[in-house]
């Protein structure tokens, strides 16, 4: 679980976003994916380690080779907790709702505010 | 009466530390401000997902004062949150911090929540922020094993 975390950072640099973004299209090695970014591959190699790390990429030994491609269990874990997450807190604010709508008609459960009319 | 659209909730991550949460409530700034404050009330609806009871709920709210959360459910079994409010300003304006205790105390959450008046309602904006990743991944992991992020743990999630 912890990788979530993780997961969260390594989305928030563009560079790693771009990159699970080539993965998207299938495996690529580290020297086809630094192609398109002006850095180096050992720049590149940190940011695919990051990910990695996250859980969000996974790589393949192929030989000498090293190709990457998407880990899906990463993102649909990820994916899952933020709806989890999301259902817990509209539950709590529609609970909400009915407690100050019960308020606003129950003038008793909130001394502090009453009206008073002159 | 349809409240729908009205009362969607936001949720969204901001970097790697902040996540704010916008929600719109038909009740005037005071009332959402005291629900967020009475142990009374609180008790009431910061329960997160069904089957969940909050069977103590301390809430001290002055600068200073102490706030104590614990919930229960009958198969998942128990945990609790404590916390200190830093600034209170009627009816507009909660800053505090909490740390989750599982048992252990995860590292503390900021969380400044605003209440601003929007037509004959609220509109809440609350902004958490975290002090670093680990404290996030505790939060994550929590969520995952109580199914109780809901509770005072607020994150993630555009609509």
Same mark, same amino acid.
């Given at each position: 679980?912890?990788?979530?975390?993780?997961?969260?950072?390594?989305?928030?640099?563009?560079?790693?976003?771009?990159?699970?973004?080539?993965?998207?299209?299938?495996?690529?090695?580290?020297?086809?994916?630094?192609?398109?970014?002006?850095?180096?591959?050992?720049?590149?190699?940190?940011?695919?380690?990051?990910?990695?790390?996250?859980?969000?990429?996974?790589?393949?030994?192929?030989?000498?080779?090293?190709?990457?491609?998407?880990?899906?269990?990463?993102?649909?874990?990820?994916?899952?907790?933020?709806?989890?997450?999301?259902?817990?807190?509209?539950?709590?604010?529609?609970?909400?709702?009915?407690?100050?709508?019960?308020?606003?008609?129950?003038?008793?459960?909130?001394?502090?505010?009453?009206?008073?009319?002159? | 009466?349809?409240?729908?659209?009205? !009362?969607?909730?936001?949720?969204?991550? #901001?970097?790697?530390?902040? @996540? %704010?949460?916008?929600? $719109?409530?038909?009740? *005037?700034?005071?009332?959402?401000?005291?629900?967020?404050?009475?142990?009374?009330?609180?008790?009431?609806?910061?329960?997160?997902?069904?089957?969940?009871?909050?069977?103590?709920?301390?809430?001290?709210?002055?600068?200073?004062?102490?706030?104590?959360?614990?919930?229960?459910?009958?198969?998942?079994?128990?945990?609790?949150? !404590?916390?200190?409010?830093?600034?209170? #300003?009627?009816?507009?304006? @909660? %800053?505090?911090?909490? $740390?989750?205790?599982? *048992?252990?105390?995860?590292?503390?959450?900021?969380?400044?929540?605003?209440?601003?008046?929007?037509?004959?309602?609220?509109?809440?904006?609350?902004?958490?922020?975290?002090?670093?990743?680990?404290?996030?991944?505790?939060?994550?992991?929590?969520?995952?094993?109580?199914?109780?992020?809901?509770?005072?743990?607020?994150?993630?999630?555009?609509?």
């Amino acid at each position: 679980m912890s990788n979530l975390d993780a997961s969260f950072a390594a989305l928030a640099d563009p560079t790693r976003r771009a990159l699970l973004a080539r993965l998207a299209l299938g495996e690529a090695t580290v020297m086809e994916l630094a192609k398109p970014f002006e850095m180096t591959q050992p720049a590149i190699s940190q940011h695919l380690k990051v990910l990695e790390m996250a859980g969000l990429i996974v790589t393949r030994v192929d030989g000498t080779k090293r190709p990457r491609r998407l880990a899906k269990a990463g993102i649909e874990a990820m994916d899952q907790w933020l709806t989890m997450l999301r259902k817990a807190l509209e539950k709590n604010y529609d609970r909400l709702d009915e407690v100050l709508a019960a308020m606003q008609s129950n003038p008793t459960m909130e001394p502090n505010a009453k009206r008073r009319k002159r | 009466m349809n409240t729908m659209t009205m !009362t969607q909730m936001t949720l969204k991550t #901001e970097g790697d530390t902040h @996540i %704010v949460v916008t929600r $719109r409530f038909a009740a *005037p700034p005071e009332a959402v401000y005291r629900a967020h404050t009475d142990p009374k009330i609180i008790r009431k609806w910061l329960l997160g997902p069904e089957g969940w009871t909050m069977p103590v709920c301390i809430s001290d709210a002055k600068p200073g004062g102490k706030f104590r959360y614990e919930w229960s459910h009958p198969k998942q079994g128990s945990f609790h949150i !404590t916390g200190e409010y830093i600034e209170l #300003e009627p009816h507009s304006r @909660i %800053v505090h911090v909490e $740390r989750m205790h599982l *048992p252990d105390p995860t590292p503390e959450n900021h969380v400044e929540t605003r209440f601003d008046p929007d037509g004959t309602g609220t509109l809440m904006t609350m902004r958490m922020t975290l002090p670093d990743a680990q404290t996030r991944a505790a939060m994550l992991a929590t969520g995952m094993e109580r199914g109780m992020e809901a509770s005072y743990v607020r994150l993630e999630k555009m609509i």
